[in-house]
């Protein structure tokens, strides 16, 4: 066989497999859609299945959300999205700068904290979860969104991740920023930053699908009905006294929406960052 033929047939093998892989990952997802457009009755009735019948289908459900009678949903949403945003914002700026810190400064006890770094990384948060809800009602962040979004702004996987990506960007950017005038912060946020994007792409969608999924701690921290996130909310909506299918599939079906928006959004940085993260340093 030419090696021409024998090359073009791997890449339509590797190409057959993959699109099964991708199928296999998008049943379920296709399941719950098609079960978002049944009356509730329907889940009771068959569960989430593939029967297609058109005669079944309709908008009920998503209308049902966004009506009075399923005003919490909007405010879990809501939530949820300002938790998400305000926790990614702030884990992207403070982490970037202690791994960029850690690898362009040499300074006492630099191993050291890194090391602590690496360690922290491998501690469960369950672990942790006790004292930081003492602490919490210490502070009096219980029931507050800053109790939700405080104990994990500064994450050790963000650090060490850019760490290793700034550990491999040439020092000559910040010599040149320092002849030009530039302060440190400056070089900072002026240089090192448009050069670290595909490192904030990368992490901003890990952060961000962390946070938007976080269930135990924000279930721990909040208290009020009108203040828990999309995950707890949804949760609720399943009780041994009945369950409301209505706003639970459907709800869950929108749920996925801004998650998918920010990896189209950051997925040209992705790959890229991963890869090029992962062996520097």
């Keep these: 066989m030419p090696v021409q033929s024998h090359t073009r047939l791997q890449a339509s093998l590797?190409?057959?497999?993959?699109?099964?892989?991708?199928?296999?990952?998008?049943?379920?997802?296709?399941?719950?859609?098609?079960?978002?457009?049944?009356?509730?009755?329907?889940?009771?009735?068959?569960?989430?299945?593939?029967?297609?019948?058109?005669?079944?289908?309709?908008?009920?459900?998503?209308?049902?959300?966004?009506?009075?009678?399923?005003?919490?949903?909007?405010?879990?949403?809501?939530?949820?999205?300002?938790?998400?945003?305000?926790?990614?914002?702030?884990?992207?700026?403070?982490?970037?700068?202690?791994?960029?810190?850690?690898?362009?400064?040499?300074?006492?006890?630099?191993?050291?904290?890194?090391?602590?770094?690496?360690?922290?990384?491998?501690?469960?948060?369950?672990?942790?979860?006790?004292?930081?809800?003492?602490?919490?009602?210490?502070l009096h962040l219980i029931d507050a969104y800053s109790g939700v979004i405080l104990p994990f702004v500064v994450a050790p996987l963000p650090i060490f991740f850019f760490r290793q990506y700034a550990a491999g960007l040439p020092k000559d950017f910040m010599d040149a920023g320092r002849i030009d005038g530039c302060s440190e912060y400056g070089i900072f946020f002026k240089i090192m930053v448009p050069l670290l994007a595909p490192a904030f792409g990368a992490m901003a969608i890990l952060q961000a699908l962390a946070s938007w999924n976080s269930f135990v701690w924000p279930m721990i921290v909040l208290k009020t009905g009108n203040k828990l996130t999309l995950p707890i909310g949804l949760s609720s909506l399943v009780t041994p006294y009945g369950n409301n299918y209505d706003i639970l599939i459907a709800g869950s079906v929108l749920a996925i929406l801004p998650i998918l928006l920010v990896f189209i959004f950051f997925q040209r940085f992705f790959v890229s960052g991963l890869t090029v993260g992962g062996v520097k340093g």
């Design 14 to 138: 590797l190409l057959l497999l993959f699109l099964v892989l991708a199928i296999l990952a998008l049943f379920p997802f296709y399941c719950l859609a098609l079960a978002s457009l049944k009356p509730s009755k329907e889940m009771l009735r068959y569960g989430l299945n593939v029967r297609l019948q058109p005669e079944l289908i309709s908008l009920h459900n998503y209308a049902f959300l966004f009506s009075a009678s399923a005003k919490k949903y909007l405010i879990w949403y809501k939530n949820s999205v300002l938790i998400s945003v305000v926790y990614t914002a702030c884990c992207l700026l403070l982490s970037s700068m202690v791994g960029y810190g850690l690898a362009m400064y040499r300074f006492v006890g630099r191993n050291v904290i890194f090391v602590l770094v690496l360690l922290v990384m491998m501690v469960p948060v369950e672990i942790i979860m006790l004292p930081l809800y003492k602490q919490m009602i210490s």
